[in-house]
């Protein structure tokens, strides 16, 4: 392999997805939600229509970065570079809280341990060469047992 292999994970940025964008280089997810009336749905990835509505009245909005698993599928090979320096990974498919659901990937979650339902965060992984922030989802931290006496 070269330097200049050609890689098929970087996203096509343009006007409309800039602030997407600048916002995951800030550690911060952005969902569409429609402002119409009677509908009021967030969407993922960005459009710049309501794909409930049609309605145009849709703006960007902070995601609380909070997921649940709905779907994996742990990926051994993939041979369009850079995937096949990465495998095996989790491609996986998440609810965030807000309602859309997102193709993204799990990270830092052994197989044997991915549960449907399990509630993720979002994190945003770069590949140190300048190249955009993409947001990837990691296992919520445990919260501590409320109400729980430790013995
Ligand atoms: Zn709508």
Do not use: K, Q
Request: with cysteine; hydrophobic share 35%.
């Amino acid at each position: 392999m070269t330097g200049t292999a050609p890689r098929y994970d970087l996203p096509e940025i343009d006007a409309f997805t800039r602030p997407y964008w600048d916002a995951a280089a800030d550690g911060r997810l952005l969902v569409r939600r429609c402002r119409a009336a009677g509908c009021g749905v967030a969407h993922h990835y960005p459009r710049e229509f309501c794909p409930r509505c049609w309605s145009e009245d849709v703006s960007w909005e902070a995601a609380s970065g909070r997921a649940t698993l709905y779907t994996w599928s742990v990926v051994h090979r993939n041979d369009l570079p850079p995937f096949g320096g990465r495998v095996p990974y989790t491609a996986a498919v998440v609810d965030l809280a807000e309602g859309p659901r997102m193709m993204t990937e799990v990270v830092d979650c052994p197989e044997a341990e991915l549960r449907i339902g399990m509630e993720l965060r979002v994190c945003f992984r770069t590949d140190g060469e300048g190249g955009p922030a993409v947001p990837v989802f990691r296992p919520a931290p445990r919260r501590p047992e409320s109400g729980g006496a430790l013995r």
